[in-house]
Structure formats: structure tokens, C-alpha cells
């Protein structure tokens, strides 16, 4: 610990963001970061992985410069047989793909209308009363399987990678199948009544049963219908990047004033605000002038103040008790800033500054994720060297390998020199993405091996987090 904090003291001072170190972490980062490179060790090694490492982003950088120095992964190396490409990438490069409230992803939509299942982040918790908030007398279902893993995992195969309609449908057949007497009835809720109380069944198809629960919750859920209006309220900011409209700032603030009459919160709109900031990217001060963003924090700040009870627990904490003028307008300031980062974070790219495109006047302007981007350059065979993949050399010989390039053309590694590749998402990552880098990968190169990984499954709303995060003080 005393060396940790003297590497802290030691570290010399950034300029910016791409010059962190691990050294400039905080010292819960930096222990967090040593968890993570272990994890990540062991997962290499689970499938006897020589690994080359690959970064995108300050964050990945930090943790990929760990992970080639770790003393376990040296000696892995050393006698592992299967090469495998790490691709490490950092989520906040790209939080307007995160705060996207549609998806034909069925997980994607479970995940926005159910409430997550209690200390898990990447199930939801199913609730399986006839009460709309549910019970003490029964526990909460679940999208894990209980028994069969492999028949679980066919159904979180469906969950993952069908279409919406096709996912209903095979579970509505399923569910069909596995029943009695169910000749008259093809509606989901039917079947769903048809199993209810019938014990012997619910522990037969115990996994079946809970997934169709859930999806019948989902059709009559109220956060379905809001997440619709938001992704309404999404793609008509969206159009005013067309660099001759108006800013996007002037509709927020008007939903700000009449939020209530939408049904909406003000976690919903501080959602979207994360959207567009980091959509904006380079462009933030063009589209979103001072003079707006200083109604926008008067406004917030008074939404604070005259509705503090109201508030989500998530910003109560954040702004703090009790609500004065003072910290109302200093929360309004800190997520100003915070935003203003999120659109400086792909400041240092060549390649990747932009997130939206509209190819001519005729068509709308259209988000571009930057998980395709990056992995569709990634089979590329025009694009020599990307500049924001950096690769992470590690040992004599790669050093050598650098040396000998300075005075002659070497070709660099590419991640796709390696038979498998790991895409770790530092930060979270869509269900819908996941589907996206799969279809991808069969795309360009189905003989490829791709494994995706994260720290958890993220929803839109989990994106606020970035922009009421508190300073911590030493």
C-alpha cells in the first residue's frame, strides 16, 4: 500500500486525459485495475492464450500496459500455444450507442423494463405475482438457468441473437409445446395463465416459464411505453445535427419545462443530454453555445431546488441534503462538466471523432457506433495502420520488431493476424452490441473465433452515472 500511494505522490502531472498513467489513478482505481488485469490474465489463460494486446482509449491504454507487464502473463506466454488478439476499448468513447432507448434486441429490452435482479447487473429480477410491485411471499424469477445449462444457454442464444418477433415467437411455440391441451390458445399471456399454479409444470420448465414471464411483464409494462417516447424524442434531437437547424439544447430545455406532461424525468432527460454530448463530440461548442448551456444549468438547478423531494435517490445523493440554492447550482455546474468530458473524450483520435453521418441532404442523420466502426476497420484490408489501435509490445523481441521498424517498412500487428480475438468493453456493454460484433465477425470473417466480454451489461439509464459521479477528496 505505502508503495502504491508513493507511485501516486510520484506521478508526474498530465496535461490531458490521454497521458494518464496507472500511476496518476486514485488508489481504489488502481487496486480495481489490478483486479481487472488479473481476471483478464486468468481468462487468457483458461484457454491457453498467447496473447497479443491491442488498446483504444486512456483507460484500455492503462489497463493494457498492465496486463503485457504482469509478471503472471510473462510467464503465461512463455509456454501458451493459442495466439489470441485482446482488443481492449474504453465504453465512454462512446456513450451516445449506450444511451439508445430502442433496440430489436430482446435481452437489450428486458434489461430498460425490468428492474435489475438485487446485487446482479446482468439479470433482471421477473416478477412472478399477479401484483404489480409484487409480494413477500414469493421470490422474484430470474433469465439464469437453474438445472440444464445447456438448454439455458439455447434460450439465452434466442434472448441474445434473434430479432424481437423471432425471439416471441420460439418462445411463444415453446412454451406452447411444452403444455397440455393448448390447441386454442397462441397468446402469450394465455399461456402464461395456463401454467400459472400448475407446480408440477413450473418445476418441470422452470427456465421456460420465468422467460415467458418476463416477456409477458415487458408487454404491458409502463417503462416500455416510455422508453418509445424517448427514443422518439432521441432521433428528433438527432435531426437538428444536421449543422442547419437549431441546437438540439433549445428542444431539451423545453422538455425540461414539460417533462411532466411526457411522463418523463429528469433522469430521462439528463439520459438524453448524455446522448447528444457525446454524439457531439468535437463539435459540442458549435452545437451547444454558452448561452443555452447556462439556461440549462439555471434550470436544472431549479428543478433541484423546487422538486427536491421528487428527485431520484440517484441525484438526492448527488446534489446532497438539504437542497439549497448553493449546491443545486453546483450539482448544475458539475454536470455541465461532466458532459463537456464526455464529448473531449475522443478529442486525441484521427479515425474516430465522429459518431453520426447524414450522406446526403435527402437522408436523415444517422448515429454510427463506434464498436462497428472499429470492428469493421478491423477486416479492412485498405486501411494500412489504424492509429487509434495501439498495439502493446512486450519483450526483446517485440522491442527489437520496433527498433528495426524505424529504419525499415515492418509491417505492424493487426488483431486479426490471431486465429482468436477477446473484445473487452472497458465499462459496460449493450446487449444489442454484443449481437452487432457476433453478426460482424460471421460477416467478414466466419472463421475467426470472437470472444466478448465486459464488466456487465449496461442499460441507458446507467449512463447518468457518468455525469454524477462525485470528486473524491484526499
Not at 481468462?43 to 493494457?64: A, E, M, Y
Not at 519483450?395 to 520488431?401: E, S, V
Not at 486465429?419 to 459496460?428: K, Q, R
Not at 451489461?457 to 484526499?474: E, P, Q, R, Y
Amino acid at each position: 500500500m505505502l508503495k502504491t500511494r508513493a507511485r501516486q505522490v510520484d506521478a508526474p502531472t498530465v496535461r490531458s486525459i490521454n497521458e494518464l498513467t496507472y500511476a496518476n489513478l486514485p488508489l481504489e482505481s488502481q487496486v480495481q485495475v489490478r483486479q481487472l488485469v488479473n481476471n483478464l490474465n486468468q481468462l487468457i489463460q483458461h484457454i491457453n492464450g498467447k496473447d497479443d494486446i491491442f488498446t483504444v482509449g486512456p483507460f484500455s491504454r492503462i489497463l493494457g500496459t498492465e496486463l503485457d507487464a504482469l509478471t503472471a502473463a510473462k510467464t503465461r506466454r512463455k509456454t501458451a500455444t493459442n495466439k489470441v488478439s485482446v482488443i481492449l476499448v474504453d465504453r465512454l468513447l462512446d456513450l451516445a450507442s449506450a444511451t439508445e432507448s430502442s433496440s430489436d434486441n430482446l435481452y437489450d429490452r428486458l434489461l430498460h423494463t425490468l428492474g435489475r435482479l438485487h446485487e446482479y447487473s446482468n439479470d433482471v429480477e421477473i416478477n412472478m405475482t399477479t401484483e404489480p410491485q409484487g409480494d413477500l411471499t414469493t421470490a422474484p424469477g430470474c433469465l439464469a438457468p437453474q438445472m440444464d445449462w445447456n438448454e439455458g444457454l439455447e434460450m439465452m442464444d434466442h434472448l441474445f441473437h434473434d430479432s424481437q418477433e423471432q425471439a416471441m415467437e420460439w418462445f411463444t411455440t415453446m412454451l406452447k409445446d411444452s403444455l397440455e391441451d393448448t390447441n386454442d390458445l397462441d397468446k402469450l399471456g394465455d399461456l402464461i395463465s395456463h401454467c400459472n399454479k400448475n407446480w408440477d409444470y413450473i418445476e418441470r420448465f422452470t427456465h421456460l416459464y420465468q422467460i415467458g414471464y418476463a416477456l409477458w411483464r415487458t408487454q404491458e409494462n409502463h417503462k416500455a411505453t416510455r422508453m418509445n417516447v424517448l427514443e422518439g424524442i432521441r432521433k428528433s434531437l438527432i435531426e437538428a445535427f444536421d449543422g442547419e437547424s437549431p441546437s438540439p439544447l433549445i428542444q431539451v430545455l423545453q422538455l425540461l419545462k414539460t417533462r411532466k406532461d411526457s411522463n418523463l424525468s429528469l433522469d430521462d432527460i439528463l439520459v438524453l443530454l448524455v446522448h447528444i454530448y457525446s454524439l457531439a463530440g468535437e463539435k459540442r461548442e458549435i452545437l451547444f453555445p454558452l448561452d443555452l448551456e447556462d439556461r440549462l444549468k439555471s434550470i436544472i438547478a431549479e428543478i433541484f431546488v423546487n422538486e427536491c423531494d421528487s428527485l431520484s435517490n440517484t441525484l438526492q445523493d448527488f446534489v446532497g441534503v438539504p437542497v439549497d440554492e448553493v449546491r443545486a447550482h453546483r450539482a448544475a455546474q458539475k454536470i455541465v462538466e461532466q458532459l463537456h468530458c464526455i464529448s473531449g473524450y475522443r478529442s486525441h483520435m484521427k479515425r474516430y471523432k465522429n459518431l453520426y453521418q447524414r450522406k446526403n441532404s435527402a437522408m436523415p442523420v444517422e448515429c454510427t457506433s463506434f464498436l462497428q466502426q472499429l470492428v469493421e476497420d478491423l477486416f479492412d484490408p485498405s486501411l494500412g495502420d489504424n492509429p487509434d489501435l495501439e498495439h502493446k509490445s512486450g519483450g526483446l523481441k517485440d522491442l527489437l520488431k520496433t527498433g528495426f521498424s524505424l529504419f525499415v517498412n515492418v509491417r505492424k500487428p493487426k488483431p486479426v493476424d490471431n486465429p482468436i480475438v477477446i473484445l473487452y468493453v472497458c465499462g459496460g456493454i449493450r446487449p444489442d452490441e454484443v449481437k452487432l460484433i457476433r453478426d460482424l465477425f460471421r460477416q467478414k470473417s466466419p472463421s475467426h473465433k470472437v470472444l466478448i466480454a465486459s464488466s456487465h451489461f449496461i442499460s441507458a439509464h446507467d449512463a447518468i452515472h457518468h455525469i454524477l459521479k462525485k470528486t473524491v477528496s484526499n
